[in-house]
Structures are given as structure tokens and as C-alpha cells.
């Protein structure tokens, strides 16, 4: 299985940087998929409010807890939660806990 690891600063305008594990590259996805990640937001980090067109994502949450933006509504998210955002939507997540939010992040092309 193919991994790579990128830091990124400000990921969509958020505050802060995230550190994305990628675990599958474009060939293993086939088209079908454009990320399924491993994503590690540390303590004030945040990935920036933004929509997605032609695909939709969903965040498990393994470690952590954060602030999830939801086409503008803001709820706690937690271990084990999940969240979809449809093609034509969009969303945000800010990690509002002392220890780092820890999500799987799959993004489907439509």
C-alpha cells in the first residue's frame, strides 16, 4: 500500500497547518476516489471553511474532539462520529480540544 505524508499550511485558508497521511495514490483509487487520508489536525489547527463541486467527503473521527462547520451550522464533534458534505456544499473543521483531532477523510468523485 502506497502512503505519503504532506504538511500543509493554511489548507483552504484555515489557521494553522494539517498533517495528511495519504494511504491510497490516484491509481490504487481507480477515479473513483480523490483522497482517503489519514488527517491530523493539532491543538487551534483548522481545516478552512470551503465547498466541494463533482465529488463529496466524509470524516470519521478517530481521535479528539473539534468544531465541525456544516454549511454553516457549527456543532462538537467527537470519537466516532462521522460527517458527510454532498457535492454543492461545504464545510470546515477547527480543533478545539488540547490533544490532536485525529479524522479519516474520504473524498468520492461523483
Known amino acids: ?33 480523490r483522497m482517503y487520508a489519514r488527517v491530523t489536525l493539532e491543538p487551534g489547527c483548522e481545516i478552512g ?12 473521527v478517530l481521535a479528539g474532539r473539534g468544531a465541525y462547520n456544516d454549511d454553516g451550522n457549527v456543532r462538537e464533534i467527537g470519537v ?12 470546515g473543521l477547527l480543533n478545539t480540544g488540547a490533544e490532536n483531532l485525529v479524522i479519516m477523510a474520504l473524498i468520492l468523485l461523483d
Do not use: C
Open 1 to 33: 500500500m502506497a502512503t505519503k505524508t504532506v504538511r500543509i499550511e493554511g489548507l483552504a485558508g484555515g489557521k494553522g497547518h494539517v498533517i495528511i497521511n495519504h494511504l491510497l495514490d490516484a491509481e490504487q483509487m481507480k477515479r473513483s476516489a
Open 49 to 60: 471553511f470551503h465547498k466541494h463541486m463533482n465529488e463529496s467527503e466524509t470524516y470519521y
Open 80 to 91: 466516532g462520529d462521522v460527517t458527510f458534505t454532498p457535492h454543492g456544499h461545504s464545510h
